[in-house]
Every structure is written in structure tokens, then in C-alpha cells.
């Protein structure tokens, strides 16, 4: 460093073992691991190699350079300007606000359910469900592919190195098999260059516990789906319709939570739905449609579709959605009952079922002398204010799907996968801080079983892609 700028620049000086990328020793370890094919997926990254804009936005900038250097698409141009289509760490909100981001840093598992929401494949590892075989298996895949199909980002604690900070992320550049060290592109580049590192020193940094969350650390795999994951909902006839329901729920509603004193789960949820745009019923049986279909989803066969909606009715949010759908201050109006179709023996016409909210509802088993079974819902209904009671008569075909054996999913179903879907920055204006607590547990998806996790992921990815379908470009453009 010239002597003029002593005092007045600051960069982290490395620690041994690292071994500085540009120094005559890092040189010629990137040469000998060149030669042993080991740093194929190198050139694309180091193209794309940025640094992180905020001091804890280590986690997005790793996942910018990684989806830049995988040519995904981001569905929109940059900074809403001319047609370059790229990835910033400022785009990468829709599992946690930035301002959040900022001031905390971003868990393991929401970079995790960021990169899937973009248009990802995520395969992630902690430590404590892997192991350092594994890992450096999956790092020599990465480092040798010369399809560049796929890239390594880290989580790892940076005291372990002698580094200055805390947790870290950064992709992985390249692998020297011959002193078993990996190449990490650190995207905090302000504070260290790339660096050569044992990679079973990065594996003890990795096997540490992040404090905030109290779970170990780890590395994900990151590839670039081939999956038309968007057909659903964006290649559905009513994408437009769909666009504005995706515009309400993600842009309207937050505001509306800061004007209403809630006093409870059920005011919330009316706040969110009483009030939708009347395409919501359109979106909530395109969403029901799609599960029916078989190849359709996360999950494909009905054995899985069926444990799917066996977690989702066993969650606290499903049972408060179930009580808000027969209170009084459910108005409906937007909303269908999912079970009542074409195939009703008495079918109601959908002009009564747009103003109609259900109050009671009792299923009986009917079988006639060798007939299918068929199921009798009793109850009452209120429409335009007016209380009536129904008796509808079900053939099995309304409970099943066209294949005859997949089950339908609720209207409190649908709803649930949907509230789960919305980020949790929709609830942030509500002002009651225990209210907030509680809602923010019902709808934190950290905790729930695997299956109901990557549907609710699967669900959120498309919500995101209308939304910012509505900002730009379609995703040919």
C-alpha cells in the first residue's frame, strides 16, 4: 500500500492458512487447479462477482452473483430501466423486507426460500444433517462442472479464520484438490479479498451454530430450474385478473393493516379478504385446479398431495380460518366453498355462492342399496343478510378429482397455503405487539414439516412472479 494512503484505507489482512487469491502463492494455486479441472464454475462467477451494498447483505449478494452467473431470469430489468434483466442484492426482498436485512443480517433458511422464490433449484445442508465428505463432494461437482450448472454458497463464522465480523456468507470459486482448498469469492470485498482457505477449516466455520437462530450453519446448492415453475398462475387464462389479486395482497394489503385497530387473528383476516378484489375466487380455484392436477406442484402423487393437506388442516392457522369462514364478520363475498361444483346433485348458482357465507355445516355419509356412497352437507347459510337453511346431496366425483382419487382442497385449504404464502412484511403494520407475535407465528413457515414448506415456497415463487410482472417486461420480454 502506497505510504500516502496509510491511515486513511482499511482492509482486513488475512490470516494463515488463507492465502490471498492475487498473491504469487493464490496464483499458483488457481494454475495447478485450473490444470486439474477444478475451476470450471470460476469464470462464470468471477463475471458477476459483486459486492455486497449493505454490511449485512452478505446472504443476497451471494445469491445476486450466483443467479447472474446462472443466467436465471429476474423477471424484470434492472432498476426498472432499459432492457437489462440482472440481478442486485437490492432485488432479493420477497422472504424478508430488506430494512430487516439490513439491521439483522438473514437467516440460513431464508436464503434458502429466497433463492427458490427467484426461480432456483436449493439444495441446503447444515452441518449437523451432513458432513465434510459430503460437502466436498458437492463443492468438486460444482468446481468441475463444465456446464456451470450449478454453485456453492457458505455459511460460516468468520472468528474461526481470525476474520473480523460474525456470520458470513459467499459463494465458492474453485477447488485445489491437491491441498484440498477452496476458493472464496467473499463478497465483502471492503473488508477481505478472495482467498484461498483449507476447506477443513471452512468446514469447522460452517459447523458452528448461528446464535440468532440457534441452528447450525451450513452451504447450499444452487442450480437453475428447468421447470416451467411459473405455468400455473402466469400462463393461466386469467393472468391479468390473477396479476391484480397478486398486486392486492402483496402491495394493497400492508397498508390496510396500519389503518384498522385489530383486535384479534379473525379481524386480520377478514381486513385481508373482505375487502379483495373479486378475481380472488378466480385465484383461489385456479390454485385448487392446479393441485388437482397430478403432475401439477411440489408433489405428484396423491399418497403426497394427501400428507400435504393433512399438515395444512392440522395447523393452528388452518382451524382459525375454519372459525373465520362461519363468523359473523366473514362476509364472503369474494369467496367460494371449493366442495360445492358443477357436480352437485343440487348445485347452487354462482351468482347465490358470491354473496353466500356458510354458518353451519353438518356431512352425512347417504348409500343407496349398491351405490357409491354419497355425502349429504346439512347447514345453514346466510345471503344478503338473510339466514336459510341448505341440504345439498355430493356425488363422489365433487369430493375427488377428475382422475377419481386426489382430494380436493378447502376453501380454509386453499386460504391457509395462501396466508402462509404472503411474506411476513404484510403483517408489519399491525399494531398491537402481541397480535403481531401471535400472527406472525401462526404464518412463519420456519417450523413446519417439509412437505407443506416447499408448497407454500412453491405457491409464494409464483405470487412473486406476478408481482413483479406487474412492474415490468413479461418474462419474455
Not at 452 to 457: A, G, W
Amino acid at each position: 500500500m502506497p505510504k500516502e494512503l496509510e491511515g486513511l484505507y482499511y482492509r482486513g489482512a488475512l490470516s494463515p492458512p488463507a492465502i490471498e487469491f492475487a498473491s504469487p502463492q493464490g496464483k499458483q494455486l488457481f494454475t495447478e487447479a485450473l490444470e486439474g479441472a477444478t475451476m470450471e464454475g470460476f469464470f462464470k462467477l468471477i463475471s458477476y462477482y459483486q459486492t455486497q451494498s449493505e454490511i449485512n447483505y452478505c446472504g443476497v449478494a451471494s445469491l445476486a452473483m450466483v443467479f447472474n452467473a446462472l443466467a436465471i431470469d429476474p423477471g424484470r430489468t434492472w432498476k426498472g430501466t432499459g432492457p437489462w434483466r440482472w440481478f442486485d442484492d437490492t432485488m432479493l426482498d420477497c422472504c424478508e423486507p430488506l430494512s430487516k436485512i439490513k439491521d439483522e443480517g438473514i437467516s440460513f433458511a431464508k436464503v434458502a426460500y429466497s433463492a427458490y422464490c427467484n426461480g432456483a433449484n436449493v439444495e441446503a445442508f447444515r452441518t449437523n444433517e451432513s458432513s465434510i465428505d459430503d460437502f466436498r463432494r458437492h463443492v468438486i461437482s460444482s468446481a468441475s462442472s463444465s456446464e456451470d450448472s450449478h454453485h456453492v454458497i457458505t455459511s460460516y463464522h468468520r472468528p474461526v479464520f481470525k476474520q473480523n465480523g460474525n456470520g458470513h456468507y459467499s459463494p465458492i470459486g474453485g477447488y485445489h484438490a491437491g491441498r484440498d482448498m477452496v476458493l472464496i469469492l467473499d463478497v465483502a470485498r471492503f473488508k477481505y479479498p478472495p482467498h484461498w482457505m483449507p476447506l477443513t477449516l471452512l468446514w469447522e466455520a460452517m459447523d458452528t451454530t448461528d446464535e440468532s437462530t440457534g441452528q447450525h450453519r451450513g452451504f447450499m446448492v444452487i442450480s437453475r430450474s428447468h421447470k416451467a415453475f411459473v405455468s400455473s398462475l402466469m400462463h393461466s387464462s386469467g393472468h391479468e385478473d390473477l396479476k391484480k389479486v397478486a398486486k392486492y395482497l402483496t402491495e394493497d394489503v400492508p397498508p390496510r393493516m396500519k389503518l384498522k385497530d385489530l383486535k384479534g387473528v379473525e379481524n386480520i383476516l377478514s381486513v385481508l379478504f373482505n375487502s379483495a378484489p373479486v378475481d380472488l375466487k378466480d385465484f383461489i380455484k385456479c390454485v385448487a385446479e392446479f393441485w388437482r392436477q397430478e403432475d401439477a406442484g411440489v408433489f405428484s402423487s396423491k399418497i403426497e398431495k394427501e400428507e400435504v393437506l393433512k399438515i395444512i388442516e392440522g395447523t393452528e392457522l388452518f382451524k382459525h380460518l375454519n372459525r373465520w369462514l362461519a363468523s359473523e364478520i366473514c362476509s364472503c363475498k369474494s369467496l367460494v366453498s371449493l366442495g360445492f361444483n358443477e357436480n352437485s346433485v343440487f348445485p347452487m348458482k354462482p351468482s347465490l355462492l358470491d354473496q353466500t357465507c356458510r354458518k353451519e355445516t353438518n356431512l352425512t355419509l347417504a348409500k343407496a342399496d349398491g351405490a357409491k356412497p354419497m355425502t349429504l352437507v346439512s347447514g345453514k347459510t346466510r345471503t344478503n343478510g338473510i339466514d336459510q337453511g341448505i341440504d345439498m346431496l355430493l356425488v363422489p366425483s365433487s369430493l375427488t378429482s377428475q382422475s377419481g382419487n386426489l382430494l380436493h382442497p378447502s376453501t380454509a385449504g386453499i386460504l391457509t397455503l395462501l396466508v402462509l404464502a404472503l411474506p411476513q412484511r404484510t403483517w408489519a403494520g399491525i399494531k398491537q405487539e402481541k397480535l403481531l407475535a401471535q400472527f406472525n407465528h401462526l404464518t412463519s413457515i420456519d417450523n413446519l414439516p417439509t412437505p407443506l414448506q416447499l408448497e407454500v415456497l412453491h405457491l409464494r415463487r409464483q405470487l412473486h412472479f406476478l408481482t413483479i410482472d406487474l412492474r415490468g417486461p413479461s418474462l419474455s420480454g
